[in-house]
């Protein structure tokens, strides 16, 4: 961290401004060596200052407003130097080539970020929801990440660490003092301690699921026979006409994808082949993968033609759908309801069914609103857990709440057998390692050069 980094911290492309940051040591005399205006060497921390940037022969790049944070007062705790010029694919480009003609170095991906949790500005789990955060695509999972960021979720984990520790040193004291045949720890205490970690433990691991589909969305395939109005069906939920719709059954082959966000979750649709058997190659194999598709769904809105109604065959998958223990949701849709409105929808056992005219929900959004509302259904569960954040959202995290889980009941067991405090402390140990593996108190370079090498450059 002795050397001063420097990146564009903005996305490429046309836009108003752009940011190209740098951090370091040298920060403020890098910019003040390519800077036309005011002295960056006598400028106080948190001002901003308008002038030119200059490359390393002195002409003029851009006129741009340099902002100057010194240490330690900034978002990677080093001198940090923000250069707003305006945006497009050269000026951030010149800018930071003159930076970098100036003696910064270029940044690697999430070093900034990475500096900020090495000086002690933000822990492992916040540095993470950085990158949750930018990569979010729905309300829920922006909220999520934002209560990550403001550290609800570390400080959560805070407490439990310093219950164990707290724990761990009772017992300790007592092997120390073995010989007097004291106990320190109070077992009663320390049982309803364990078991309460272990609640919290096991409420953030069932969280996961969760955290899953705020990140991932909702995946909705839509499935039934050829011709059932599927791609009419998609194109409503997407307000666009995203799949060809045509009155030839076998139209759409290949799997299209559109997404929707409704209650701030981010739902993927996927249109899919008809389901029939074939002599066709090519729909073959789009069949094959619908099948495919619609056992890796969230949900599957199966849809038929009311006016030709359910043949045995799909009676009988939709039957098995809903007995086996398959994680896929169905909703059975009768479709085509402007032209059967007299006709009732399936019943079958344990299905939830709905009518509807995807034709007339294309151009009418009330005719939709049942869907979505049963669509929103069967995510409820994950909304109102949302709600009760936070939400485990990262599969390394969940990895040591599972390790940490272990240990603790580990030490439950140990507890109820009488064993001696040492190995007691072995497990307490082992749990507080994975606690802190989560923040990054316990790390090590190799996991930290992992994770924030999937940042992007300039965070
Ligand atoms: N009357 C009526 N016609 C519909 C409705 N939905 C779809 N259709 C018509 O049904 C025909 C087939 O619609 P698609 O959406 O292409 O059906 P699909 O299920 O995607 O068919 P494949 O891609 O061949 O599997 C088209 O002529 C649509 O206009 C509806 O609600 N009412
Ligand atoms: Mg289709």
Redesign the pocket.
């Known amino acids: 961290m002795d050397d001063t980094i420097a990146a564009i911290a903005t996305a490429r492309g046309r836009a108003a401004l752009a940011v190209v940051r740098t951090s370091g040591p040298g920060a403020v005399s890098v910019v003040d060596d390519c800077f036309r205006g005011a002295d960056l060497l006598e400028a106080e921390s948190h001002t901003a200052h308008v002038g030119f940037l200059v490359d390393d022969e002195g002409n003029d790049i851009d006129q741009v407003v340099v902002t100057v944070f010194r240490a330690p007062n900034s978002a990677t705790g080093e001198h940090v130097v923000e250069v707003s010029c305006h945006g497009g694919d050269l000026a951030p480009k010149m800018v930071l080539q003159s930076l970098l003609d100036h003696g910064a170095r270029m940044a690697e991906p999430g070093e900034f970020t990475e500096r900020a949790f090495l000086n002690g500005k933000m822990d492992l789990a916040q540095a993470e929801a950085v990158a949750d955060l930018i990569h979010a695509t729905s309300t829920k999972a922006h909220e999520a990440s934002l209560t990550h960021l403001k550290g609800r979720y570390s400080e959560l984990l805070e407490a439990l660490r310093e219950e164990l520790l707290n724990l761990c040193s009772l017992v300790e004291l007592e092997i120390d003092f073995s010989d007097e045949d004291v106990e320190f720890a109070d077992r009663e205490r320390l049982e309803a301690l364990l078991d309460e970690t272990e609640e919290i433990l096991q409420g953030l691991l069932d969280s996961y699921p969760t955290g899953e589909k705020l990140k991932d969305g909702v995946r909705v395939v839509i499935g ?10 998609l194109n409503a939920l997407v307000g666009h006409d995203r ?10 082959r290949d799997e299209i994808e559109a997404e929707a966000e409704i209650k701030g979750m981010r739902f993927r649709f996927v ?1 899919t ?2 389901l029939r058997d074939t002599a066709d190659e090519i729909e073959a194999e789009g069949v094959r993968r619908a099948t495919e598709s619609i056992e890796e769904a969230d949900v599957l809105l199966y ?1 038929y ?1 009311l006016t030709v109604g359910l043949d045995s065959e799909e009676i009988e998958f939709l039957n098995d759908l809903s007995d086996d223990a398959s994680d896929v949701q169905p909703v059975l849709l009768g ?5 059967a409105p007299d006709l009732p929808v399936a019943d079958l056992d344990g299905l939830s069914a709905l009518k ?6 294309r151009d009418d959004a009330d005719a939709l609103q049942p869907l979505l509302d049963r669509l929103t259904n069967t995510v409820a569960e994950h909304l109102s857990r949302a709600e009760a954040s936070p939400v485990v959202m990262n599969q390394r995290h969940r990895q040591h709440l599972g390790d940490a889980l272990d240990a603790v009941q580990q030490a439950r067991t140990a507890l109820h057998q009488g064993v001696s405090g040492d190995m007691l402390t072995l497990d307490l140990r082992a749990a507080l390692q994975e606690l802190g593996a989560i923040t990054g108190e316990i790390t090590n370079e190799d996991v930290l050069d992992q994770i924030f090498s999937r940042f992007c450059i300039g965070k």
């Open positions: 039934g026979r050829p011709n059932a109005g599927k791609s009419t069906l799949a060809i719709v045509s009155e030839t059954p076998g139209t759409t249109d082949a008809g849809l033609d479709n085509k309801a402007d032209e509807l005219s995807a034709l007339r929900a």
